[in-house]
């Protein structure tokens, strides 16, 4: 057992501002060693999302006490029997591991893994374990990651090794934002290029797929929708050919749309900006019981699809290669949507992100060992 310093929630907090009423402790965490199946990971980066800001106001419920933290990088230090990584590779986490055996595994990506998802409710690894502790009580898995930490073990069917050359601000965001954002424009509406695409939210997921879609232009237009004016501006920056307000729409349409805000409004939003025969894919993740409203006959008569897409639909062993490669060719420029800071402002942070002002915030663990046996 190990002690590592790691961001617990005790218990869920919706009172803003969240530097005063402070969530997220920074405590002295005791780690057990990875058990078969499993890998220590040193956390280099990791990505604050609204999936973490859902459990701390308690929109998506998950129990308490729990590590933060789903979109990270870090170095192998250890493995378990069984594992075929390598100490000192570089890794990448995924927020829903897949076991490969149940029928939701077997749907390419359409479908999320049953016992992975189990397990992300649960708070535990994948084969249902806890390697977590304060003074001697279980400590909960956040997305079978927990990386608002200095080391953490996770089920290495969570993890995706990268190039050590990827910087680790970059590479953590491929585990989430991008892998969540690119596939539901590559894998869901599976866009070639061709079609003209919106994206609606242009929070880390939305300013992914709209880069997503940029570096994978062909003859395409790309329509940016947010009510954030600063965000607009760092999207026409990033490529996007017209950026605007939900209330500056005016009859604009795609034939590809990306619903990434996560709001009953930004839904209603994306269908109306999605063309004749069009497609909306919705990957935000609203609170429980929020409702849209919408007219049925505009998707009979207009013939349009929409499509529920999770962790964007991928497969995040085939799908993140690709998005490393489309950022080695200059095509991915991840490094202009993330801002680091340290792990210690993590409360300041999370006020930011409630707030809509950033696109991507990426923590930086204090660089320090292990202590214990």
């Known amino acids: 057992m190990k002690l590592i310093q790691a961001a617990v929630l005790e218990q869920r907090e919706n009172s803003r501002p969240y530097v005063q009423h402070r969530p997220l402790t920074l405590r002295e965490v005791q780690l057990d060693a990875p058990g078969p199946g499993e890998v220590l990971v040193r956390i280099t980066a990791a990505g604050l999302c609204h999936s973490d800001l859902s459990v701390i106001d308690g929109n998506r419920p998950r129990p308490v006490p729990m590590v933060l933290g789903h979109e990270s990088a870090g170095i192998v230090e250890q493995v378990g029997a069984g594992v075929d990584l390598e100490i000192g590779q570089q890794v990448i986490s995924v927020f829903l591991p897949r076991c490969e055996n149940c029928a939701a595994c077997a749907t390419g990506g359409k479908l999320p893994c049953t016992a992975g998802t189990e397990a992300n409710t649960a708070g535990t690894l994948l084969t249902g374990a806890r390697r977590l502790q304060v003074d001697g009580h279980s400590v909960h898995h956040h997305l079978g990651v927990s990386a608002f930490a200095q080391y953490a073990v996770m089920d290495a069917r969570s993890v995706v090794p990268v190039g050590n050359d990827v910087p680790p601000e970059v590479a953590a965001v491929l585990g989430c934002a991008v892998l969540t954002g690119g596939g539901a424009l590559r894998n869901a509406a599976r866009a070639t290029g061709s079609e003209d695409v919106a994206i609606v939210g242009l929070?880390?997921?939305?300013?992914?797929?709209?880069?997503?879609?940029?570096?994978?232009?062909?003859?395409?237009?790309?329509?940016?929708?947010?009510?954030?004016?600063?965000?607009?501006?760092?999207?026409?920056?990033?490529?996007?050919?017209?950026?605007?307000?939900?209330?500056?729409?005016?009859?604009?349409?795609?034939?590809?749309?990306?619903?990434?805000?996560?709001?009953?409004?930004?839904?209603?939003?994306?269908?109306?900006?999605?063309?004749?025969?069009?497609?909306?894919?919705?990957?935000?993740?609203?609170?429980?019981?929020?409702?849209?409203?919408?007219?049925?006959?505009?998707?009979?008569?207009?013939?349009?699809?929409?499509?529920?897409?999770?962790?964007?639909?991928?497969?995040?062993?085939?799908?993140?290669?690709?998005?490393?490669?489309?950022?080695?060719?200059?095509?991915?420029?991840?490094?202009?949507?993330?801002?680091?800071?340290?792990?210690?402002?993590?409360?300041?942070?999370?006020?930011?992100?409630?707030?809509?002002?950033?696109?991507?915030?990426?923590?930086?663990?204090?660089?320090?060992?292990?202590?214990?046996?």
Not at 268 to 291: F, Q
């Open 203 to 373: 929070g880390g997921v939305g300013m992914a797929a709209l880069l997503v879609a940029v570096g994978q232009r062909t003859t395409g237009t790309i329509l940016a929708i947010d009510a954030n004016e600063d965000k607009l501006a760092v999207a026409l920056e990033l490529g996007a050919d017209q950026a605007c307000t939900p209330q500056e729409l005016r009859g604009c349409t795609a034939s590809i749309v990306i619903e990434a805000a996560g709001h009953p409004r930004a839904f209603e939003t994306a269908l109306e900006a999605t063309a004749v025969g069009g497609t909306l894919v919705t990957v935000g993740l609203p609170a429980p019981g929020a409702m849209s409203s919408i007219e049925p006959l505009s998707l009979t008569a207009g013939a349009r699809t929409i499509i529920g897409s999770y962790m964007g639909s991928a497969l995040p062993a085939k799908d993140i290669p690709y998005y490393e490669g489309l950022w080695r060719a200059g095509k991915l420029p991840l490094q202009q949507l993330v801002r680091t800071r340290p792990m210690a402002e993590i409360n300041e942070a999370l006020d930011e992100l409630a707030e809509g002002r950033s696109v991507r915030q990426v923590l930086l663990p204090l660089d320090v060992g292990l202590r214990g046996d």
